[in-house]
């Protein structure tokens, strides 16, 4: 938001430096993020680090001058030549302006034309080239005329873009004056959080500013002068639904003209970032920008000719279904059944709150105008501008609420600019419908609760002056405070929200950077765990110390991205998904099933541009729950792994691919370093996978997840044909219910262990983690260690059957083992696999 200060000073008498201004309306919440001079000089020294931009204007060679005369080039068309006034002498001004052709040859002019004047030497910017480019004034010749200074317009003097037309001040502009003086200014651009929408005006921040310098605020009149008959009988209002539109007012002027506004109003419009358009428009824009309440003009007499014989009546609805509207930028729009509009007997004439209708716009015939003042429902007008894809000021406003006493304060005074500046008479009194008073909360609050929350004192009078200037009405009874909320705002709240908003209001008035550091007081509150955050964030650590890197996916999706993973022939998936309403791009329509599916986005745009890739991600899937509103949220922990076993270098030449017993490996190593007891991997089939490359993990009874290599026909739809890709995609929630808070620790054995290797023939179908765990059960407690080593299958050792071969580790923690104790384990480890699986050793 642009705010000239200027405007500011209105309603408050500042005198501070511009920068000492913006630090002191930063520091209350309204960020100052750049400041722009017009004509003032920059600051000597701005300690604060503001971006200050704009054009100073020389006092003496910028002043305020009349034109008595225009009158025509002898040798050019279309320039003409200007005898003008700048307080010292007279001097002939050459100019192209179009907007001083209608003057020429006229002979003296009956009122001069008060202009802004350059005289030579002056720093000027270039109003023929793009942008702002800088020039100096020099003595030149152009058409045998001598040229040495010049008429402005808003581009040269940095005001605006505007360049089709020199400016032609107000009547009052005193000749001779350095035009500093006059009309130089200092525009702050300030970002309006959402929670501070009371201050998206010239009122609310003169309102901060009065509250923090303790200067006195003149708030503009709540009345305007009428002169005109009764408003009574020439309208009425109906609302149909006062939770959507809780307060209509209309105003009515009469007789007006169609003209320009002042200079002063268009020049203001043009800093704060609108454009003029006519008096009445003008008036309009000026009163949203100075108290915040957007407005909208009709012009009656359209209106009443829509009405034809029946009494006018102004109608607050929702639209029909399929029901139109020609929008003021000529956009035929198709309306949703829950946007709010305002309408008479014959059919809609605006979008409530967001943009009026082409057909009661004010134009050049428009003579007696309808001003309308109303509140909306701030979460209706954010569907209707989402829907419509349709933002304005007025939009911006409502969105965020707007306290329905502004609306006939923002009427009254909009009447009586349109009859300041386009004449008319204003009808005595307003049609004002309210039925849904908002009821303004009172707030009590005391000294020790201010110091509990901002951890200073601060006496009672202190407090209620602060709030008093802020307009809380405000009654003190000993050392409590009752507030009352002023009825321009609608973030107060009630209760022990309430005191916390005007705790903070206080905050804010009183200093953020005069709150000292403080230790807390109060009694800690007791310390509790988040096993689930915590176990989240172990996962992590352990998966980044085994090389992986952690990835960020979307969470939004399109069910055909998720169909890919699957091979052809396979049952899609016909669960539900959670659809955006408003999707920001079609590619991101529904909440993701599967993050194994957004995990193979990044594969796939990373595949080809590394050797290697070890990627996890650790997020949650959205599974919508029939009768319920909300989805079920579970997490999911996916980790792809694809590209060269080891990173290529001179010593390490290998260039060996990872399979499938490197992503099992890393698994196991996981599951280990996390506690989870009896974990085994069984064979498995699933659309995503290779078939017999699957594997299933469980811990007992509970499914843990499923890995394995994509299957080949997923991997070339995708182009991940290069090296195989391996994958698991695990529940989250199962692995972190099954993770041991507590578990034994052995000491490191004092003892030396004996090895030995043993090599067992087994069926071919027989799954190696059978054989381990027979091993170990026969082994009992000496037997601390089995690992498989190798695997051989050959006509040597018969068909159907394959050898195993383990390392066995013997080891006692009491005592030195001997070896008839080692051989009387491995004599029950070989009974044991006879009789479970008929193996026998390859040795025999």
Known sequence: MKVPLSWIKDFIDVDLPVEELARLLTMAGLEVESIELIGLPFPAN?????????????????????????????NADRLVLCRLQDGIKEHIVLTGAPNLFPFKGQGPLPAPLKVAYAREGASLYDGHQPGQVLTTLKRAKIRGVESYSMVCSEKELGVSEEHEGVIILDNDAPTGQPLV?????????????????????????????????????????????TSGPSIAGKAAIQITQPELNPRFALGLIEGVSFKASPYWVQRRLRLAGMRPINAVVDATNYVMLELNQPLHAFDYDVLLARAGDQPLTIITRTAHPGEHLTTLDGIDRVLDPFTMLVCDTRGSLSIAGVMGGQESEISDNTHNVLLEGASWNFINIRKTVAAQHLQSEAAFRFSRGIHPALAPWGVNLCLGYMRQW???????????????????????????????????????????????????????????????????????????????????????????????????????????????????????????????????TYRLTTPEREARLLQPGAQPDHRAYVRLKNPITPERAVMRHSLLSSVMEIVERNYRLSDRLLLFEIGPVFLPVEGQALPEEPRRLTIAITGLRQEPGWERPDATPFDFFDLKGLLETLLASLHIPGVSFTPNTHPYFHPGKCASITTGETHLGTMGELHPLVSERLDLNVAPVLVAELDFEAISDEILTRFNVVPVPAYPPILEDIAVIVDENLPANDVETAIRKAGGKILTQVRLFDIFKGPQIGEGKKSLAYNLTYQAFDRTLTDQEATQIRQRIVRQLEQSFQAKLRSD
Request: one cysteine or more; proline letters at 8%.
């Open 181 to 225: 003086d006059y009309m130089g200014d200092a525009v702050f651009e300030i970002k309006i959080l959402p929670n501070i929408i009371q201050d998206a005006c010239v009122l609310g921040v003169a309102r901060e500013l009065s509250a923090m310098t303790g200067k006195p605020l003149h708030p503009p009149a709540n009345q305007v002068e």
């Open 46 to 74: 701005d300690k604060h680090g503001f971006k200050i931009t704009g054009l100073t204007w020389s006092p003496d060679h910028i002043v305020v001058a009349q034109v008595d005369e225009v009158m025509p080039h002898p």
């Open 422 to 552: 386009s004449g008319g008479q204003v009808s005595q009194g307003l049609i004002d419908a309210y039925p849904l008073p908002v009821v303004d909360p009172e707030i009590t609050l005391t000294e020790e609760e201010v110091e509990r929350g901002l951890g200073i004192h601060l006496p009672v009078e202190r407090i209620a002056g602060i709030l008093n200037q802020l307009s809380f009405n405000v009654h003190v009874e000993g050392h409590t405070i009752h507030a009352k909320t002023p009825s321009y705002r609608l973030d107060i709240e009630g209760g022990v929200v309430g005191k916390a908003n005007l705790i903070e209001e206080i905050a804010r008035i009183y200093g953020y950077e005069e709150i000292p550091s403080t230790r807390l007081a109060d009694e800690l509150p007791p310390q509790r765990n988040n096993p689930s955050l915590e176990n989240e964030e172990r996962v992590r650590d352990i998966l980044i110390s085994l090389g992986l890197q952690e990835v960020t």
